[in-house]
């Protein structure tokens, strides 16, 4: 087969020595010490080549409206309130034009594919919709977008939801997604999304238990309509800081059930850091889910970047390298096998998460990011900039790494 480009010299995790990649038709052909062709060639000059990353829970509806938005107690409540007051008048252009810098800053730091949420209520109606279908349009050369259709502030209180919901999975929505705990009834919410996921043939994903009272979790609900309706594998669960106020033995049973229901559990670190604990007079708590401890029982897991400069969140770049890294930092990460797994975390667990195949092997889509690191950890560890990417073949942007101007 043709070759289009040959990266050359670049270090890849299962690999000793650097290695060469030979890429054409949107494809890996080959992995070898020195490839010769006559192609165009890309010096990785040893730095580590790793498969793109996968952000898979993010919100472009109503990410960077923070300068529109008026924080006074910087609580969920409130920014739950402020984004309900401020999405009622979102325009399509609006959404649009906000999302696709989110979509630039996210492929510039090495995402390649995105699950994004998109708010479908009586507020929004289905405009933000509209406009994230836009931008997944106008974005597709360079990263796959996913788009779950979510009910951020309720179903059994909201009816009408529902039919916004099933009319965007009926245009184009990949899956839906639920809230539980603004819902006053969780269990008929996760009940309904249930229905739809099913109707629809559709993955699901809730954000759940997002606090830190280790009572009246809403797994048990999800965990048990994942079983009866054989959804095993399709379903992902947000935040789930619940964890992080329990036991090791508690957390360790609900890690038994996770597994075995095929539930994959997403930790959210700066808005978790952020919105958590904020009522501690000291000591204040991480409240980030034990991913560490999830996953050593099977159980499937991964960060990212959930919403930027927004209530929710008022930091962010949508670099998931610096979600790794934070979360390393709050997780006490020490081990090399635990750095290392904080880099799964953001690419070859929600790839799986996200039911997609990935990782660097002949014949894989040639979806590359070049990392200014020599090894997955170190990438973490330092929260490297990300160089240059490739999305099918097709360099997607290159960022020079820094000169040092001597005297
Ligand atoms: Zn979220």
């Known amino acids: 087969m043709l070759v289009d480009l040959v990266i050359t010299g670049a270090t890849l995790a299962e690999h000793a020595v650097p290695m060469d990649i030979a890429v054409g038709n949107g494809l890996i052909l080959d992995i070898a010490p020195a490839i010769a062709s006559n192609a165009p060639r890309f010096a990785a000059d040893g730095r580590l080549l790793a498969a793109g990353f ?12 923070l300068d529109r938005c008026i924080l006074a107690q910087g ?38 594919v995105m699950r994004t949420f998109v708010e479908i209520d009586p507020r929004a109606g289905l405009r933000s919709f509209e406009a994230i279908k836009a931008v997944r349009r106008d974005y597709a050369g360079a990263i796959d977008i996913e788009i779950c259709a979510f009910a951020q502030e309720g179903l059994t209180n909201e009816p009408e ?107 959210l670190p700066s808005t978790d850091l952020f919105l958590l604990g904020r009522d501690a007079e000291m000591l ?28 929710f969140t008022p930091f962010g770049d949508a670099s998931l390298l610096r979600q790794a890294n934070l979360f390393a930092n709050i997780a006490h990460l020490s081990r090399k096998a635990d750095v290392d797994l904080a880099f799964a975390a953001i690419g070859a667990n929600p790839a799986r998460l996200l039911g997609r195949s990935h990782g660097i092997a002949v014949g894989a889509s040639a979806d590359l990011v070049l990392i200014d690191a020599v090894s997955p950890a170190d990438a973490v560890r330092r929260a490297a900039p990300v160089l240059a990417g490739w999305k099918a073949g097709r360099q997607t942007f290159f960022r020079p790494a820094a000169t040092l101007l001597r005297p």
């Open 54 to 65: 996968v952000e898979c829970h993010i919100h472009l509806d109503k990410a960077d409206i």
């Open 75 to 112: 609580t969920l409540a409130e920014a739950v309130a402020e984004t309900a007051r401020l999405k009622a008048v979102f325009t399509e252009q609006d959404v649009y034009a906000r999302a696709s810098r989110i979509v630039e800053q996210a492929i510039s730091h090495g995402t390649t």
């Open 161 to 267: 939801t529902e039919g916004l919901l099933a009319m965007a999975l009926a245009d184009g929505a990949d899956l839906v997604g639920g809230c539980s705990y603004t819902d006053p009834d969780p269990a008929g919410h996760i009940a309904r999304i249930f229905d739809l996921a099913e109707r629809f043939n559709v993955a699901a994903d809730f954000h759940v238990d997002f606090d830190l009272d280790p009572a009246g979790s809403d797994l048990p609900a999800i965990i048990a309509e994942t079983e009866k309706r054989g959804w095993q594998g399709r379903v992902a669960c947000g935040h789930v800081t619940k964890l992080a106020a329990m036991g090791r033995e508690a957390v360790a049973a609900v890690a038994v059930q996770l597994h075995r229901a095929g539930i994959g559990v997403v930790a």
């Open 284 to 311: 204040a708590p991480r409240g980030v889910a034990p991913l560490q401890q999830l996953a050593s029982a099977g159980v499937l897991t991964a960060i990212a970047s959930n919403n930027i400069i927004n209530p």
